[in-house]
């Protein structure tokens, strides 16, 4: 990657960022993700993120009871390597029936997994487990892993290849387009493409994939980062307090066809 002043630029960006969330961060797994290769994105603004004021924890939507029938977890040794044939194998028997059988959940509101970033997918399960990411369905599933089970099945994960999506709705795709490029000037929202990359495949390790997402996962989730209902990041929390409902389906559905 050359390196313009504007990566530059974002590069200090996405490491103040970094360091902001740094104390969340759980230790990186053994195996390092590539260093970012993303060009820099247009309208990627300095925001600076303070702490969201603390909302109310309301629980996610009832769940139903998710069935416990997996193995007891077993702690990893301390020299763990991620085993993703183990993670495979123990994500067909628990997690596919929501997911889907490589990771492309078929179902909106379940979302896909496949080639998202592992460090990403162990800090969710981390956090359902741990309810600093609220959901009912996920904590009782999280319950159930051990830290080598979350590697496990993460770096499995990641190894899958994502089914791309497509947007449904033509008269809000182009707002959503705007939006996840250039953000909104006028309120300081910044172009999710900055920290997001601008084909939605995320910058390893800390921002998430996006592209093909299904809308209806994508909005909710932009909603409870709104709402304070998901609460395990302050900088996505800031971002999405600058949105309404429209520019969130628009923008969700953008993300959908993105690729
Ligand atoms: C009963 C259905 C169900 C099962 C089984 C299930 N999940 Fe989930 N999963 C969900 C739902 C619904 C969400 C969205 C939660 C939310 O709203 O925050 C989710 C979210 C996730 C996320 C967050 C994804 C992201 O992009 O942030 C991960 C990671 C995850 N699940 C992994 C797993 C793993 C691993 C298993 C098996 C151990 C599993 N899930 C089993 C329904 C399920
Ligand atoms: C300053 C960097 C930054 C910007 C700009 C940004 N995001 Fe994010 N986003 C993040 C980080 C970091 C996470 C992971 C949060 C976590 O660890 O749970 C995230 C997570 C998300 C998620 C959750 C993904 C999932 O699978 O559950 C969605 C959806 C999302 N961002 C959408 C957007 C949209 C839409 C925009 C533009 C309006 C945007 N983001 C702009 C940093 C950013």
């Known amino acids: 990657m050359t390196k313009t002043p504007a990566s530059l630029l974002l590069a200090a960006v996405l490491a103040a960022f970094a360091l902001s969330t740094s104390a969340q961060q759980s230790a990186a797994p053994a195996a390092a993700a590539a ?22 924890g309301t629980p996610g939507p009832a769940a139903a009871t998710p069935s416990v029938t997996a193995p007891a ?14 993670g495979g194998t123990r994500y067909a028997a628990v997690c596919a029936a929501c997911h889907g059988a490589d990771g492309n959940s078929g179902t909106p509101a379940n979302p896909k997994l496949a080639q998202q970033h592992p460090e990403y997918l162990v800090k969710q399960l981390q956090e359902f487990k741990d309810g600093t990411r609220a959901s009912p369905i996920m904590k009782a599933f999280a319950a159930q892993l051990s830290d080598a089970d979350m590697k496990n099945i993460s770096y499995w994960l990641a190894s899958q290849k994502a089914k791309p999506g497509f947007a449904k709705d033509k008269q809000l795709v182009s707002l959503g387009e705007k939006i996840y490029r250039g ?12 920290c997001h990359s601008p084909n939605g495949a995320g910058i390893p ?17 932009l909603v409870a980062f709104r709402d304070g209902i998901r609460q395990n990041s302050p900088q996505m929390s800031q971002i999405a307090q600058k949105m309404n409902d429209r520019e969130i389906r628009a923008v969700a559905d953008y993300i959908a066809g993105l690729r």
């Open 183 to 194: 953000g909104i000037q006028e309120r300081q929202l910044p172009a999710c493409a900055g």
């Open 73 to 86: 977890a077993v702690a990893a040794p301390a020299n763990f390597k991620a085993d993703a044939g183990l």
């Open 35 to 56: 260093p970012a290769a993303t060009p820099a994105a247009p309208g990627a603004t300095g925001l600076t993120v303070p702490p969201p004021p603390p909302a109310a």
């Open 205 to 221: 390790a800390q921002y998430p994939r996006l592209s093909g997402q299904h809308a209806d996962y994508t909005a909710s989730q």
